[in-house]
């Protein structure tokens, strides 16, 4: 009787270590791949360096682009800020956008700034240099790319991911937008991430 | 620019047989605006669609503005999340058909503006079909998406 038990029990015992061990695996791989890291960074502003974590108690909402881009940059630009004025005033001082060039040769932050008050939803506009943004650009699962062409007189193009990177009030990365999300949309993702009022105490 | 202009529609003027509509007559631009952009942007974009009525397809192939040093016709591709815009030689208009030119596809990109586009400003554009045929365009800039206080930006379609 005891042996047939204690047999059960060493099976039992390693198929649930087996479990385990394979959805710890699974777990690490997807982490890697699937999800990037997102975190801190310092950037360059018209008035100095920025930091994300300048903004804690903030939710982030940060966008790759330059201003030579004259269609998909200023659409995404467009539904961010139209999202960010629905909202209450209240709501609004918890929302910072920040609109980072990847084209630091052509867009300077004094430039940049100017691009981003147009859009009238209190946008800061970040560049460095390449080094610093390609760090950047790579932790938040961005891309970005120069491309000479020849065929038009710009020089070159700057081919990139347009997603919007919501990051929360302690500086991490929860979700990213994708291009062409209306406004209404937007603010549907950010409501859970805010304090109400009605929350505080 | 504009004497070359001048020597094309001549040209096409008196090269054309009578008998042959040229493709700029046949080619009707629907809803064309040009976008607003922040101050400081160096590049714009025109939108608007081409509808063919004639009986032969035809393309668009070049195109000028009076607001910007460039004007060139541009598409864009998405690739796995990634946005690229490139020059295209030409936009093609089929026969008994339309094309959209709009957000997110072919575009009038407008590069160096000569100065910033206001909403209620007006860009004159001059379009060159396939037959060397031009057509002159008047687009109202509006706002982008999001920025007009009316909640109707230019998201509406033509169709």
Known sequence: MRKPVLALIVVIAAAVAAGLFARQKFHAGSTLTARPTGGDFTLQSSRGPVSLHDFRGKVVLLYFGYTYCPDICPTSLGNLSAAWRMLPPDLRDQVQILFVSVDPKRDTPERLQQYADFFNARIIGLTADKATLDDVVRRYGAVYRIVPVKESRVGYLVDHSAFTYVIDRNGRLITQIPHGTPPKEIVRTLMPLLTHKEDTP | ?159
Not at chain 2, 22 to 41: F, G, K, M, N, S
Request: glycine share 6%.
């Open chain 2, 1 to 159: 620019m504009k004497k070359t202009l001048a020597a094309l529609a001549l040209s096409a003027a008196t090269c054309l047989p009578a008998a042959w509509a040229a493709d700029a007559d046949q080619v009707q631009v629907i809803a064309p605006y040009a976008r607003a952009v922040p101050p400081t942007a160096p590049a714009s974009a025109a939108f608007m669609t081409l509808r063919n009525r004639g009986d032969h397809a035809t393309a668009l192939i070049a195109a000028d503005s009076d607001v910007a040093e460039i004007t060139e016709l541009h598409t864009h591709a998405h690739e796995n999340g990634m946005m690229m815009m490139r020059p295209v030689a030409r936009i093609p208009v089929p026969a008994k058909g339309e094309t959209q030119l709009k957000p997110g596809g072919y575009h009038i990109m407008l590069i160096r503006l000569k100065h910033p586009l206001k909403p209620g400003d007006k860009v004159h554009l001059t379009l060159r079909f396939a037959d060397g045929s031009t057509k002159a365009v008047t687009a109202p800039v509006r706002p982008i998406n999001g920025m007009s206080h009316m909640h109707h930006g230019n998201m509406h379609h033509a169709h």
